[in-house]
């Protein structure tokens, strides 16, 4: 049975200059060659823009783009074709070192998993960003220990992984990826890991944390997560099919 094709959602007339916005993409394709001249679209011509301190979830299934997009969005690939502006800088003509820099400086990773160092304690694991940031020992360990007291965590900064809960850890990498400032904070199923209170607890961090002034971008696939967020934007295809202001 033929399925209609989902077309890509045209810029809109009032489409902002790439320095009025923190997240501003253009036609971003990404394709994959995989072998025998057959290629994958995985993103085709993505037209997205975030502004400063919103609060959006990226939805969509299995195989849709919206990890790709995600991977992009955070500074882990370039696109193939198109152009990507974060926070006034155009990042999609980059180099690897140069896209390291800006994953370091602009962005605040929360994953699924917490990629946490098993044998750090939770101040050390927070500090990594300041140290690849080349921050001198004694304000990064000023500005980690204020990233666990606003992340609830103070009590156990000379704590491993092993020693904490799930919510936690989660706690800890949500410290991490605020110690630098970051302009954007990108969270990949940032509950996936964790039990339905647990859950709801990390997402009322979030919820202030946006309520502070952060601008947060949420990946995702559970419906419940993403109704935390203002704005859904529903990848499918490799194009966005819907996007949409909650409130």
Known sequence: ????????????????????????????????????????????????????????????PSGSGKSTLMNLIGCLDSPSKGQYWLNGQLVSELDDDELARIRNKEIGFVFQTFNLLARA???????????????????????AKEALAAVGMESRMSHKPNELSGGQRQRVAIARALVNKPAIILADEPTGNLDSQTGNEIMALFDRLHAEGNTIVLV????????????????????????????
């Open 121 to 143: 304690t939770s101040l050390h694991n927070v500090e990594l960003p300041l140290i690849y940031a080349g921050v001198p020992a004694e304000q990064r360990t000023t500005r």
């Open 220 to 247: 995702t696939h559970e419906h419940d997560i993403a109704e935390y967020a203002h704005r859904i934007v529903s990848i499918r295809d490799g194009v966005v099919a819907k996007d949409e202001m909650k409130r």
């Open 1 to 60: 049975m033929a399925t209609a094709e989902i077309l890509p959602i045209d810029k809109p007339a009032d489409w902002a200059a790439p320095n009025s916005s923190m997240i501003l993409t253009e036609d971003l394709w990404k394709t994959y060659d995989m072998g025998s001249e057959q290629q994958v679209h995985a993103l085709r011509g993505v037209n997205l823009r975030i502004e400063r301190n919103e609060y959006v979830a990226i939805m969509g």
